[in-house]
């Protein structure tokens, strides 16, 4: 298995303890030294190495975006009718996959917290299989196909990194080739209290979270995959999220659309199923396929006659991806409230809202010329497992795996 163990900081960003209190006492933090004296040395270095690292203009921005009203909701224009797959889709697709053209991507750095899970949301056990088998064993079906092993890369973040490497390691890879599993990291961002505090996590770590999707790129940049991918003549790369147990990372329809159309991206949608239901739409604005996530549809959007809402199923060229690396350290940041732990004066652990701040892939659509949308049935593409219960649960997940006879 390819990757290696992320570190947030650097040697580089190492400081000395004046610094760190001057550095600090700039942008009203010191707090953040409350626990020194009680801390050993390593512990001293893990602090000074984060406090070093904290870009000060980054977090003015994050602060400011906390006082700031969110723009209002632009009208949206109803999009038509995607295609289905096709037998054209179909056979591009699959010379494709057979010429090892293609890579897979998926995104699993979220923990299982909302489902009261301990560990990776991929570790989380569905009808006797973990989230991570389900992938594994479709790469191998995928690779049996083609008659060589897929690449498939994972992007992890800090916080489970360590845990998703042991587990594959526990389980010897799910019979995969450790040369065609890679793990990655994305980065962070400090997370912030509603008062717009940095905060602690433990005594001697700062709070800080995952900065989202939209920072797929440059984590396969930054990790030599992207590098890496492009000397190997892969042209294509599908995108995943590790919660959808439905979707196929290898779907020759989708990779050979992405090709019949000479397209930058492909992406799979689904009919609505009301309009109360939290997905993006795809919408049409100045004559562009965009995304509007659910937070910010205008009223309109309930009377749209067909709505088709994206999934986070995606199929993007080499090419593109490497065109789009400048972009995104431009994307917007969209904060949002979580659960977080703050470490508080006494060195107690309590469970508080915070705001996260994430970039989101969908946010480079209206970078990316070429896009040609598919439309699937959802049933059989789209099982997401967001909640404990209720709609988006493992409960309906299993119900709609079963059927898919999974």
């Not at 010191?30 to 893990?46: G, I, K, P, Y």
């Amino acid at each position: 298995m390819n990757g290696s163990s992320p570190s947030s900081t650097s040697k580089n960003s190492m400081i000395t303890f004046h610094a760190a209190q001057e550095k600090l006492s700039s942008i009203d933090s010191l707090h953040l030294l409350l626990h020194w004296s009680a801390l050993n040395h390593n512990e001293q270095r893990h602090l000074l190495a984060q406090i070093g690292a904290l870009d000060i203009e980054q977090l003015a921005h994050q602060r400011a975006l906390l006082t700031s009203p969110p723009p209002p909701p632009l009208p949206i224009d109803p999009l038509p009718t995607p295609p289905s797959p096709s037998t054209e889709d179909l056979a591009q697709g699959t010379i494709l996959l057979a010429k090892g053209a293609v890579a897979a991507i998926i995104l699993a750095g979220g923990q299982g917290t909302r489902l009261g899970w301990p560990g990776p949301k991929g570790t989380y056990p569905l009808l006797g299989k973990s989230l991570f088998q389900r992938l594994a064993e479709r790469c191998l079906a995928a690779s049996d196909r083609c008659g060589h092993p897929l690449p498939l890369a994972i992007m992890t973040s800090p916080q489970n990194h360590d845990e998703t490497s042991r587990f594959f390691e526990s389980h010897n890879l799910f019979g995969l080739q450790p040369s065609q599993l890679t793990l990655f990291t994305q980065s962070e961002l400090p997370l912030l209290t509603q008062a717009g505090d940095l905060f602690l996590s433990s005594p001697h770590t700062l709070a800080l979270g995952p900065d989202g999707n939209g920072s797929l790129l440059t984590a396969l940049h930054t990790s030599g995959l992207l590098p890496r991918f492009l000397s190997q003549a892969i042209h294509v790369l599908t995108i995943t999220l590790i919660d959808n147990p439905l979707a196929d990372p290898y779907d020759p329809h989708l990779i050979g659309h992405l090709a019949a159309r000479h397209s930058d991206l492909a992406l799979k949608s689904i009919t609505r199923r009301d309009p109360e239901e939290k997905v993006g739409l795809l919408t049409l604005r100045n004559h562009r396929l965009q995304i509007c996530p659910y937070a910010n549809l205008p009223p309109n959007h309930q009377n749209l006659p067909q709505a088709y809402a994206d999934i986070a199923i995606y199929a993007l060229t080499t090419a593109c991806a490497q065109a789009l690396l400048p972009l995104v350290p431009t994307l917007p940041l969209h904060p949002a409230l979580k659960a977080a732990t703050l470490c508080s004066t006494s060195s107690e652990l309590q469970t508080i809202l915070a705001y996260k701040f994430e970039r989101f892939f969908f946010d480079l659509l209206p970078h990316i010329p070429r896009i040609s949308p598919l439309l699937y049935p959802r049933d059989s593409i789209f099982a997401p497992i967001k909640n404990a219960s209720g709609p988006d649960s493992p409960e309906t997940a299993a119900h709609l795996l079963a059927l898919a006879g999974g």
